[in-house]
C-alpha cells in the first residue's frame, strides 16, 4: 500500500506542472463567463462543465497510457521495479497517480462553478456530484488506458481507450455496462442531482477487472528493453 | 544457502523487424554469501541481461534461478537486495530525496531513512550535492547516487552492473571502499565490469562469460598464478636449456622463461655449468592476460 502511495505520489510530483495550468483552466472559464452586470446564463455554464469534463478525462487518458512507455524509455522504471515493488503495485501506483491528477482537477471544475452560480445547498450537491463521479470515471478511463498501454505502443492505447470510453457518449442513449455514459452525463447536466450509484458500483467493479487483468500481463512483460 | 543461483538460464531477445538474438545460452552460475564476485566480458556478453533477470526486470526465455533463496520475480527477495543499473536513471529531484525514495520503496522509514541517507551520500563523496536535482547531475555522479541508493536498505546482496564505469579514480576508492566494508560484515557483492583493474582490486572471485556463457571461473589468486611458466635470471652461464624462450641479457644476467615442468632440469643444467641462479619465480598474470586467453579460448580452468 506504501509502495503505491509513493509511486502516486512521484507520478503527480512528476506531473504537477501540467496539473497546475489544469487547474487554473476552469477558473479562467469562469472568469471570461463571468459578468458584474446579469446573472450567469446556465446553459453557457453547462456547455463549459461539458467541455471541462471531457478534458478531464482525455488527459487521464493520455497521462496513463503513455506512463509505462515513457518510463521505460527514460529508464526510471529499472529504478523503481527492482526494489521491493510488485508489477501489480507499480500498475496501481500510476492508475491512482492519474486517477487523483483528475480529481484535483475536478474538484476545481467544482469549486469554479461554485463561484459562478453561487453556493447554495443544491449546488453543493451538485458539486459533491461533480467529484465523485469525476474520480471514478477518471479511474476508470486510466486503468482501461494502463490496460492497453501494457501490451500496445502508448498512441495506440490512448487511442483505443479513448474510443472505448468517449464514442459511446456521441451517441444517445446508455448502457450500464459503459458507465461513463451514465456518469458523464450525471456530472455535466443541471438537472442531475443524485449519483448514480449502480454506475458507479459498476465503474468501480470494471476498474478491478482492468487491473486484474493488465497485472498478469504487465508481469509478463520486459521492462528493460531498448526501445531505440 | 547461495545468495545467487542461475539455473540454465537462457534468453533469447525478440522484435518486430529485427532477428532474434541469444543473450544468454544455458548460463548457469552460482554465488556463495560473503564474498565479492566479478563478472566480467566483453561488451555484449550477457552480463547486463543476466543481472537484469536476477532483479526480475526481464523474464528468462527458459531455466530458473534463484535471488536469496527465492525464485526470481519475488518481492520480498528485492527488498533486501541493493541493485544498480547499467546506466542509472532517477526523477528530477534532489539527491537526498532520491535516495530516501529509493529506500522507502524497500520498506525503510524514518529516521532510519535521513540517517541512512546523510550517510551514504557523505560515503560516496555528495554531501555538498545532496541538496541538487538530480537531473543536472554528470553521469559520474549519477552513478554515485545510483551506488548510495544501492547500499540505502543496508542490502545483504549487492548487484552492480559496472559501478565505476564513469567514475574518477577518487570515487573509484570511495566505492571499492564501500564495497570491502559490506563483505567484511559479511554481505555479498556481485558486480560487472570490463575494467580488469577494478575486478583484479576488489573480486574474491571472478566470472569470464562471453556469447551467453560462463567460459571460465576461479578464485582470482588462482587466475592471476594460473600461469604454467617460471621465469628463471642467472649469471656467469652460456649454455641455456633448449626450451627457453623471452631471453633477456643484461650485462652479466641472462632472464629466461620455461614451463614450470622443466624448472628443477633447468637449474640442474645451470648449475652443472658453473652458472649461478639468481632468481627463480613462478610468473603470473596480469588479468588482461588472463581475460584474453580466456577470450581465445585457452584456459584451462574451464566450467562446463
Ligand atoms: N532489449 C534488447 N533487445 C534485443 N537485444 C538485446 C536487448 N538487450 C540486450 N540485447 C542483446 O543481448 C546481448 C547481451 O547484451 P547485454 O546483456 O547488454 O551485454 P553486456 O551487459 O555484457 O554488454 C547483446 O548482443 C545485445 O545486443
Ligand atoms: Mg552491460
Not at chain 1, 103 to 116: E, K, P, Q, R
Not at chain 1, 152 to 179: C, E, R, V
Not at chain 2, 247 to 254: E, G, L, M
Request: with cysteine; aromatic share 8%.
Amino acid at each position: 500500500m506504501r509502495a503505491v502511495l509513493l509511486l502516486a505520489g512521484s507520478f503527480i510530483r512528476q506531473n504537477r506542472w501540467l496539473m497546475l495550468a489544469f487547474v487554473g483552466w476552469p477558473f479562467l472559464m469562469s472568469a471570461f463567463e463571468w459578468s458584474p452586470h446579469h446573472a450567469v446564463n446556465l446553459d453557457d455554464v453547462n456547455a463549459i462543465v461539458q467541455q471541462e469534463v471531457f478534458y478531464g478525462l482525455a488527459i487521464a487518458d493520455f497521462l496513463a497510457s503513455a506512463a509505462i512507455y515513457n518510463e521505460k524509455r527514460s529508464r526510471r522504471i529499472a529504478g523503481v521495479l527492482s526494489k521491493g515493488v510488485s508489477r501489480a503495485q507499480y500498475l496501481l501506483g500510476l492508475i491512482a497517480g492519474s486517477t487523483v491528477f483528475g480529481g484535483v482537477y475536478f474538484v476545481a471544475i467544482a469549486v469554479s462553478v461554485m463561484w459562478l452560480l453561487g453556493p447554495s445547498s443544491s449546488e453543493l450537491h451538485r458539486v459533491a456530484v461533480l467529484i465523485i463521479c469525476g474520480l471514478v470515471a477518471s479511474g476508470w478511463v486510466a486503468a482501461l488506458a494502463v490496460l492497453f498501454s501494457v501490451v500496445l505502443h502508448p498512441i495506440l492505447a490512448a487511442a483505443i481507450a479513448g474510443i472505448i470510453a468517449f464514442a459511446p457518449l456521441a451517441m444517445t442513449g446508455t448502457s450500464i455496462f459503459l458507465p461513463l455514459t451514465v456518469l458523464v452525463r450525471g456530472m455535466t447536466s443541471l438537472s442531475a442531482r443524485n449519483f448514480e450509484w449502480p454506475s458507479i458500483l459498476i465503474a468501480l467493479v470494471e476498474t478491478a477487472i482492468f487491473v486484474l487483468v493488465s497485472s498478469p500481463l504487465f508481469q509478463r512483460s520486459d521492462v528493460a528493453v531498448n526501445l531505440e | 544457502m547461495p545468495v545467487l543461483e542461475f539455473e540454465h538460464i537462457s534468453k533469447r531477445y525478440r522484435s518486430l523487424f529485427r532477428e532474434e538474438r541469444w543473450a544468454l545460452r544455458d548460463f548457469s552460475l552460482l554465488l556463495e554469501a560473503g564474498e565479492i564476485v566479478g563478472f566480467l566480458g566483453p561488451n555484449g556478453a550477457g552480463k547486463t541481461t543476466a543481472i537484469n533477470i536476477a532483479v526480475g526486470l526481464v523474464h528468462a526465455t527458459s531455466g530458473s534461478g534463484t535471488l536469496l533463496g527465492k525464485e526470481f520475480g519475488e518481492v520480498s527477495a528485492r527488498r533486501r537486495v541493493g541493485f544498480l543499473p547499467e546506466s542509472p536513471a532517477y526523477y528530477h529531484r534532489n539527491a537526498r530525496a532520491t535516495l530516501k525514495m529509493c529506500g522507502a520503496l524497500n520498506g525503510l522509514r524514518e529516521p532510519e531513512l535521513s540517517r541512512r541517507a546523510s550517510q551514504l551520500l557523505a560515503a560516496v563523496g555528495l554531501d555538498d550535492e545532496a541538496e541538487r536535482n538530480v537531473g543536472k547531475f554528470s553521469r559520474g555522479m549519477l552513478q554515485r547516487v545510483g551506488v548510495a541508493q544501492a547500499f540505502i536498505n543496508d542490502p545483504d546482496l549487492l548487484i552492480l552492473d559496472e559501478p565505476t564505469s564513469a567514475l574518477d579514480p577518487i570515487s573509484r576508492l570511495h566505492i571499492r571502499r564501500l564495497l570491502l566494508d559490506a563483505r567484511n560484515r559479511g554481505k555479498s557483492v556481485f558486480l560487472s565490469s570490463h575494467q580488469l583493474s577494478e575486478i583484479e582490486l576488489l573480486c574474491d572471485r571472478i566470472f569470464f562469460v562471453q556469447a551467453g556463457r560462463v567460459v571460465a571461473a576461479g578464485s582470482t589468486g588462482e587466475l592471476l598464478r594460473s600461469s604454467e611458466a617460471c621465469e628463471i635470471t642467472v649469471s656467469n652461464t652460456n649454455g641455456l636449456p633448449a626450451s627457453a624462450v623471452d631471453i633477456q641479457r643484461q650485462a652479466d644476467q641472462t632472464t629466461f622463461t620455461i614451463p614450470v615442468s622443466e624448472q628443477r632440469a633447468a637449474i640442474e643444467q645451470i648449475w652443472a655449468a658453473g652458472g649461478t641462479l639468481i632468481r627463480v619465480a613462478r610468473k603470473t598474470k596480469s588479468l588482461e592476460e588472463v581475460f584474453i586467453d580466456v577470450m581465445n579460448g585457452n584456459s584451462g580452468e574451464r566450467t562446463p
